[in-house]
């Protein structure tokens, strides 16, 4: 469609992939680092006395997305059913292990995938180590070493459903809605926080956009997509490391982005510091909630920015049920660590 409407048929709309992914990923990694933005401080900071500020922000970030996507897919412009999010099949048992253990992950690495590219683009060298070995993990659950038994399991735990059952009804879409509104309204979130979770929202709407409208080639179709740093982060580090065998995608570009437009937010805002791990045994913590993100990540399609953001804003059931095993990981993990920490007097810095 871009190439048409600036009369330029013959550009190659792949090449301009990795660039929109850049764009916005800069614009994310900005937004993410000043405000701090991720699920699993929504998480942990509630409880009895309340839901947090955060968890406010990010309802109002999935509001947004979910508002701009179905609007791109009223008017005809995206057809979500070409997406990986629409599927005959519900792998109900990978989505609710893989969502349980990346919720556990992000908990003992104190930082959902999203935050820790932030974190490390500030400095944090705990933040790249956990990163580093979240894309290995991803990549080898995708198309290494853990891919077979992956698909095993999830063929095994896969449900068939009718045509039309992958996508939530309508009762369900606006009970869905009236409850994230609920969220937004008792989490008391401020103007400066609220702002920033519809910023990421209306991002994730933007990358809908990028490449399922802009960037659409006629000749060679493929599947629209928005932000997703499970497979974005493995595509990067492959593409790193074998970049004269292949060109970079949406994901790869993405995350670049994201890692320089936070960093230039935190140089701006005098947060750059370098931090490592205080002790072998936070990381060794750290390690392992490494590991189990990377997995997770794939098994449930996703992580709190793929699967929760840019895969419910289809109103897909498969990325509901990921995201709702997700944050009960977090709460799970964040109650046992808790105990732990309360009689241990350890509680490792972010």
């Given at each position: 469609?871009?190439?048409?409407?600036?009369?330029?048929e013959?550009?190659?709309?792949n090449?301009?992939?990795p660039?929109?992914?850049?764009?916005?990923?800069?614009?994310f990694?900005?937004?993410?680092?000043?405000?701090?933005?991720?699920?699993?401080?929504?998480?942990?900071?509630?409880?009895?006395s309340?839901?947090?500020?955060?968890?406010?922000?990010?309802?109002?970030?999935?509001l947004?997305?979910?508002?701009?996507?179905?609007?791109?897919?009223?008017?005809?412009?995206?057809?979500?059913?070409?997406?990986?999010f629409?599927?005959?099949?519900?792998?109900?048992?990978s989505?609710?292990l893989?969502?349980?253990m990346?919720?556990?992950?992000?908990?003992?690495?104190?930082?959902?995938a999203?935050?820790?590219?932030v974190?490390t683009?500030?400095?944090?060298?705990?933040?790249?180590?956990?990163?580093?070995?979240?894309?290995?993990t991803?990549?080898?659950?995708?198309r290494?070493?853990?891919?077979?038994?992956?698909?095993?399991f999830?063929?095994?735990?896969?449900?068939?459903?009718?045509?039309?059952?992958?996508?939530?009804?309508?009762?369900?879409?606006?009970?869905?809605?009236?409850?994230?509104?609920?969220?937004?309204?008792?989490?008391?979130?401020?103007?400066?926080?609220?702002?920033?979770?519809?910023?990421?929202?209306?991002?994730i709407v933007?990358?809908?956009?990028?490449?399922?409208?802009?960037?659409?080639?006629?000749?060679?179709?493929?599947?629209?997509?928005?932000l997703?740093?499970t497979?974005?982060a493995?595509?990067?580090l492959?593409?790193?490391?074998a970049?004269?065998?292949l060109?970079?995608?949406?994901?790869?570009?993405?995350v670049?982005?994201?890692?320089?437009?936070?960093?230039?937010?935190?140089?701006?805002r005098?947060e750059l510091?370098?931090?490592?791990?205080?002790?072998?045994?936070q990381?060794?913590?750290?390690?392992g909630?490494?590991?189990?993100?990377?997995?997770g990540g794939?098994?449930a399609?996703?992580?709190?920015?793929?699967?929760?953001?840019?895969?419910l804003?289809?109103?897909s059931?498969?990325?509901?049920?990921?995201l709702?095993?997700?944050?009960?990981?977090?709460?799970?993990?964040?109650?046992m660590?808790?105990?732990?920490?309360?009689v241990?007097?350890?509680?490792?810095?972010?």
């Amino acid at each position: 469609m871009l190439a048409e409407f600036a009369g330029f048929e013959d550009v190659d709309l792949n090449a301009i992939l990795p660039v929109a992914g850049l764009m916005l990923g800069v614009l994310f990694g900005a937004v993410a680092q000043a405000s701090r933005f991720c699920l699993r401080s929504a998480v942990v900071q509630s409880g009895v006395s309340g839901l947090s500020p955060m968890a406010g922000a990010y309802a109002l970030a999935l509001l947004a997305a979910l508002s701009g996507a179905q609007m791109l897919a009223y008017s005809g412009m995206i057809d979500f059913s070409e997406t990986r999010f629409v599927s005959d099949t519900l792998p109900l048992g990978s989505l609710v292990l893989g969502g349980l253990m990346f919720g556990g992950g992000m908990v003992l690495t104190r930082g959902c995938a999203s935050r820790l590219t932030v974190l490390t683009a500030q400095g944090n060298l705990r933040a790249l180590t956990v990163l580093t070995v979240f894309s290995i993990t991803a990549y080898a659950s995708l198309r290494g070493l853990l891919a077979a038994p992956r698909v095993t399991f999830t063929e095994m735990t896969s449900l068939d459903i009718v045509a039309g059952g992958s996508v939530l009804p309508l009762a369900a879409a606006v009970t869905l809605v009236a409850l994230l509104a609920l969220i937004v309204w008792r989490s008391g979130v401020g103007l400066r926080l609220a702002l920033a979770g519809i910023a990421v929202g209306l991002l994730i709407v933007g990358g809908w956009v990028a490449t399922g409208v802009l960037l659409v080639d006629a000749f060679d179709p493929r599947p629209a997509e928005s932000l997703a740093f499970t497979s974005g982060a493995s595509d990067a580090l492959f593409y790193t490391m074998a970049s004269t065998a292949l060109e970079p995608g949406f994901g790869a570009g993405m995350v670049g982005g994201v890692l320089v437009g936070a960093f230039v937010s935190a140089l701006f805002r005098r947060e750059l510091r370098l931090e490592s791990f205080e002790g072998p045994e936070q990381t060794v913590r750290y390690l392992g909630g490494a590991v189990l993100m990377g997995i997770g990540g794939v098994l449930a399609g996703g992580c709190t920015i793929g699967a929760g953001l840019t895969g419910l804003s289809t109103l897909s059931v498969a990325p509901l049920i990921a995201l709702v095993a997700i944050i009960t990981g977090a709460t799970v993990t964040h109650a046992m660590l808790g105990r732990d920490e309360m009689v241990s007097g350890m509680v490792p810095a972010e």
